[in-house]
């Protein structure tokens, strides 16, 4: 009998497909026309507030060019599990792909892709060193920098993964067009999730074990641009792993702390923080219920952000020190944050359903 724990599931009972424009969540929010499919759906991707891609476990991408209002199939690769997305621009793009032996139906092979052509079209992406089985995160930062008189951007790229094992970390450092990879199973046991502050400074959210019986959260740092890994938080408990990360600025960041204990008495749920760039980690209370699973998260500033979740999500004002339930969607494993023309900002929160909420400058 197979008996692996699928992390980052949702059953099947506690899906439900969206189905068009309905202003049946929270005030504000407002869910968005998506392909109906039987399952979180894992990354969205916007460049700016009217472009941008989401994609599913079937192997489906998907564009809009109207803020998500409405949206236009570009790939359809039954057997590829899209699993995290990540733009430089409207042409320049990358799709990570979870990897068999893990997902039922994933066949997949290659565990990355890039696009020219904003999505049109996709080609692997050749990666020199240690082999990459999948990819559960993309990072993308981008730094200025003065060039021939001219100010230009530097465009570093990570990909990591993944949920279950292996732990690797491809990395390019010309935008994309060449890429090396590094075994990082001496470091964590997975990698869920990737963030650079800069160009030295960056974080991988990990597990300490791949058996989830037995694993505790990690998170890891780095300050020489990934050189050298330094786990700066552990949690305490068995069947835990940090999930998603969320960096309203350099020293203030959130991350889910995800459980999967069965034991009902160990409902307490935790998200940690750091206060000081992510060199020291605390645990904040999150909820106490044993049927919450946290997912995704983001943060609009310092003190406000969501967090999505089964059976949904919740909200704070005050960084943390307290939580609201919110119908943002349910199982949300992304939040992306897009700035609004004129000011103000556009939350996108994706997982079963896609909901959008417009914020105020």
Same mark, same amino acid.
């Given at each position: 009998?197979?008996?692996?724990?699928?992390?980052?599931?949702?059953?099947?009972?506690?899906?439900?497909?969206?189905?068009?424009?309905?202003?049946? %969540?929270?005030?504000?929010?407002?869910?968005?026309?998506?392909?109906?499919?039987?399952?979180?759906?894992?990354?969205?991707?916007?460049?700016?507030?009217?472009?941008?891609?989401?994609?599913?476990?079937?192997?489906?991408?998907?564009?809009?060019?109207?803020?998500?209002?409405?949206?236009?199939?570009?790939?359809?690769?039954?057997?590829?599990?899209?699993?995290?997305?990540?733009?430089?621009?409207?042409?320049?793009?990358?799709?990570?792909?979870?990897?068999?032996?893990?997902?039922?139906?994933?066949?997949?092979?290659?565990?990355?892709?890039?696009?020219?052509?904003?999505?049109?079209?996709?080609?692997?992406?050749?990666?020199?060193?240690?082999?990459?089985?999948?990819?559960?995160?993309?990072?993308?930062?981008?730094?200025?920098?003065?060039?021939?008189?001219?100010?230009?951007?530097?465009?570093?790229?990570?990909?990591?993964?993944?949920?279950?094992?292996?732990? %690797?970390?491809?990395?390019?450092?010309?935008?994309?067009?060449?890429?090396?990879?590094?075994?990082?199973?001496?470091?964590?046991?997975?990698?869920?999730?990737?963030?650079?502050?800069?160009?030295?400074?960056? @974080?991988?959210?990990?597990?300490?074990?791949?058996?989830?019986?037995?694993?505790?959260?990690?998170?890891?740092?780095?300050?020489?641009?990934?050189?050298?890994?330094?786990?700066?938080?552990?949690?305490?408990?068995?069947?835990?792993?940090?999930?998603?990360?969320?960096?309203?600025?350099?020293?203030?960041?959130?991350?889910?702390?995800?459980?999967?204990?069965?034991?009902?008495?160990?409902?307490?749920?935790?998200?940690?923080?750091?206060?000081?760039?992510?060199?020291?980690?605390?645990?904040?209370?999150?909820?106490?219920?044993?049927?919450?699973?946290?997912?995704?998260?983001?943060?609009?500033?310092?003190?406000?952000?969501?967090?999505?979740?089964?059976?949904?999500?919740?909200?704070?004002?005050?960084?943390?020190?307290?939580? %609201?339930?919110?119908?943002?969607?349910?199982?949300?494993?992304?939040?992306?944050?897009?700035?609004?023309?004129?000011?103000?900002?556009?939350? @996108?929160?994706?997982?079963?359903?896609?909901?959008?909420?417009?914020?105020?400058?």
């Amino acid at each position: 009998m197979d008996r692996r724990v699928f992390l980052g599931t949702v059953g099947a009972a506690a899906v439900l497909p969206a189905t068009g424009w309905a202003q049946d %969540a929270a005030p504000g929010w407002v869910k968005l026309p998506t392909e109906p499919y039987r399952g979180k759906q894992d990354d969205i991707s916007f460049v700016d507030a009217l472009t941008g891609w989401y994609g599913n476990g079937a192997g489906k991408l998907f564009r809009t060019t109207d803020g998500g209002q409405t949206w236009t199939q570009q790939m359809d690769r039954p057997g590829t599990f899209v699993r995290a997305l990540g733009f430089i621009d409207e042409k320049r793009g990358f799709l990570g792909n979870i990897g068999p032996d893990y997902f039922p139906n994933v066949s997949d092979t290659t565990p990355l892709y890039r696009t020219r052509d904003g999505g049109e079209s996709w080609e692997p992406v050749v990666i020199d060193g240690p082999p990459v089985k999948g990819i559960c995160a993309i990072d993308i930062l981008k730094t200025p920098f003065i060039n021939a008189g001219v100010l230009d951007h530097r465009v570093t790229v990570r990909a990591g993964g993944r949920v279950g094992t292996p732990a %690797a970390l491809a990395t390019s450092r010309d935008g994309g067009e060449t890429w090396t990879s590094e075994d990082m199973t001496a470091h964590t046991a997975m990698i869920l999730d990737i963030h650079f502050v800069s160009e030295r400074v960056g @974080f991988i959210a990990g597990a300490s074990d791949g058996d989830v019986q037995v694993s505790k959260a990690v998170i890891l740092r780095t300050d020489d641009g990934g050189r050298s890994w330094t786990r700066v938080y552990e949690g305490t408990r068995p069947w835990e792993l940090t999930w998603k990360m969320a960096w309203p600025s350099a020293n203030v960041g959130y991350v889910t702390v995800q459980s999967y204990n069965p034991d009902p008495a160990a409902s307490q749920r935790f998200v940690a923080k750091t206060t000081d760039g992510g060199r020291t980690w605390s645990e904040l209370p999150f909820v106490d219920n044993a049927a919450v699973r946290e997912f995704g998260i983001g943060f609009v500033s310092e003190t406000r952000g969501w967090v999505g979740a089964v059976p949904n999500g919740y909200e704070t004002t005050d960084g943390g020190a307290s939580w %609201a339930p919110v119908r943002m969607g349910n199982a949300v494993n992304k939040v992306r944050i897009v700035p609004l023309p004129g000011g103000g900002h556009a939350v @996108f929160a994706i997982g079963v359903e896609l909901h959008r909420l417009d914020l105020p400058a």
